[in-house]
């Protein structure tokens, strides 16, 4: 009986390590709560799910995402998952289940580093135009401790300009996620991505009228983990144009490619180009820096660039001067050089007249022949026409929750026969934001203008008055136990810590003057 038990035992393992193994992964959608996650896996199944940990390998307790099905015909075996309610400032380490089969192997587990909540400094990479599908240049980035990686454009050269969906699948698959290099640093990055020529459809094409502009658009879906798309309808409904917020930095990133018609019409489309405008509104409004990426230069005066649309361009400078919007920067692809100018180049209104001035930094090649399309940058442009080059930006923002914040733009070249890398340029520049606006907002009370972020939360809670004199608040269980009082500065954020008392819901009272109202605060596992 013996040989014929152990016979079992070793089948039983095979079939349970070959039910579904994990090909790749990779993460992005990053925010201090929540992350999104891609997965190929091996085979069909129709309970497939992320399970994260803090704890290396991962291990109970778990939080899990939504539940995916994966299948060779519908979706080629990639799974999507959203999973909510991380902490802020937390490293995760996570693994894939099928048929509540994990699959740990080590190289298998994925990790990210969750952003902390409110004002914080941080580092992330910039980089475009990825024509080698295995380069060296990748190896670097995690040496700066990055929280996620910009690529602002052509993360691979497939040009897979096609109506069949599997040709631009394949194009992710062979050119980037199993590629060994980029495969090793997908599982610790995360990454944002907005697509250029290259990765869209083929070298030059744009617009909704190309061959492969549907497929292109699902295949993004499926293989690219992103934030939340706007919500819209008619001819751009396939564009991955998208938002995020880290700290006091708003990242808005433009889809210059599905939305493109040429002959001075429109880069971004109506749609987009609204949504655009109403984002850097937002920013103004809420004291917020904003990063612009786009993959084609805003510079540019030769070639396939913004000098095809100088019409949009000078429209929408001219929106920025009368909007005042004063705080931003602008990181750029496609151009195969590392470039940075401190905004003073950047003036397209008609009458020159623009009197604020956003750093701009061409990043890229990671691995690609020099090329130049035009502009004029104040720290330097880096490239070698016909001789390949590999390059990338790191961006440090640097923000102590004052009325300031800083950021340093950095362009570093990769010697791929030797793998030294060094410095090419270097330029830093402050702007005033106001004072700080904690989190976003979950519950206003209006009455006496408190506002509680977020909510709900692991125990951490935010108390914003915008009232001139102090507020008191009592925190109480629902058996009227008073477990915390104190007071909110004029005009003050005050934080609240219940992270050391059970989940469920909490009492806060509020009491300014003759007002008094009491609002739930919700603790979650």
């Known amino acids: 009986m013996k040989p014929i038990l152990a016979s079992i035992i070793l089948l039983l393992n095979f079939v349970s390590y070959s039910q579904n193994e994990v090909r790749w992964l990779v993460s992005g959608g990053l925010t201090p709560n929540t992350v999104a996650l891609r997965a ?57 289940e099928s048929d509540g089969i994990a699959d740990t192997s080590a190289e298998d587990i994925g990790t990210f580093r969750t952003p902390e909540l409110g004002p914080s400094s941080y580092t992330f990479i910039a980089a475009s135009c990825n024509r080698e599908p295995n380069t060296k240049t990748q190896n670097d980035f995690m040496n700066f401790n990055p929280l996620f990686y910009i690529n602002s454009g052509d993360l691979h050269y497939a040009d897979p300009n096609s109506s069949d969906v599997n040709v631009h699948r394949n194009a992710y698959e062979d050119r980037v996620f199993t590629r060994p290099l980029q495969a090793q640093m997908f599982r610790k990055l995360p990454l944002v991505n907005v697509w250029d020529d290259h990765d869209y459809c083929g070298n030059a094409d744009d617009g909704q009228d190309v ?14 983990p992103h934030y939340p798309f706007p919500v819209r309808q008619g001819s751009d409904t396939g564009a991955i144009y998208q938002s995020f917020e880290i700290g006091r930095v708003k990242y808005v990133i433009s889809d210059l490619r599905s939305q493109r018609q040429r002959n001075d019409t429109t880069a971004m489309g109506p749609v987009q180009k609204e949504w655009f405008k109403k984002q850097l509104v937002d920013a103004r409004d809420r004291k917020l820096m904003v990063c612009w ?12 660039n913004w000098t095809l649309n100088p019409t949009e361009r000078t429209e929408l400078s001219e929106f920025m001067r009368d909007s005042s919007i004063e705080n931003m920067f602008i990181i750029n692809g496609d151009a195969h050089m590392f470039a940075i100018d401190n905004g003073t180049n950047g003036d397209f209104t008609t009458a020159q007249n623009l009197p604020y ?40 923002v640097s923000d102590n929750g004052g009325d300031s914040i800083c950021i340093t733009m950095t362009g570093y070249k990769k010697d791929l026969a030797t793998e030294a890398t060094d410095a090419l340029v270097s330029y830093s520049f402050c702007r005033k934001l106001g004072d700080y606006i904690a989190g976003n907002k979950s519950i206003a009370i209006k009455p006496i203008g408190v506002e509680i972020f977020p909510n709900p939360s692991f125990g951490t809670f935010y108390f914003r008055s915008s009232y001139a004199s102090q507020t008191k608040y009592v925190l109480t269980n629902l058996n009227g136990q008073i477990l915390l009082e104190d007071f ?27 007002s008094r109202v009491t609002q739930k605060l919700v603790v979650t596992q």
Do not use: C
């Open 357 to 396: 001035q956003y750093p701009v930094m061409q990043a890229g090649p990671i691995e690609n022949n020099g090329s130049f399309k035009g502009g004029t940058y104040s720290e330097g442009s880096f490239y070698q026409f016909f001789v390949k080059a590999a390059q990338y930006g790191t961006v440090e």
């Open 211 to 224: 061959v492969g502009a549907k497929s292109a658009a699902q295949a993004y879906r499926e293989y690219i």
């Open 488 to 514: 909110i500065l004029p005009n003050g954020v005050a934080k609240v810590d219940l992270s050391k008392h059970s989940a469920g819901v909490y009492l806060a009272t509020f009491i300014n003057g003759d």
């Open 40 to 96: 190929k896996l091996s085979a069909n199944s129709n309970n497939v799910r992320a399970a994260l940990s803090t704890a290396n390998p991962p291990t109970a307790p778990f939080l899990f995402s939504n539940t995916a099905i994966v299948d060779s015909l519908q979706n080629n075996l990639m799974a999507s998952f959203t999973v909510n309610g991380l902490q802020p400032a937390t490293t995760y380490y996570y693994q894939i």
């Open 293 to 304: 990426v786009g993959s084609y230069s805003w510079y540019g005066q030769f070639d396939d």
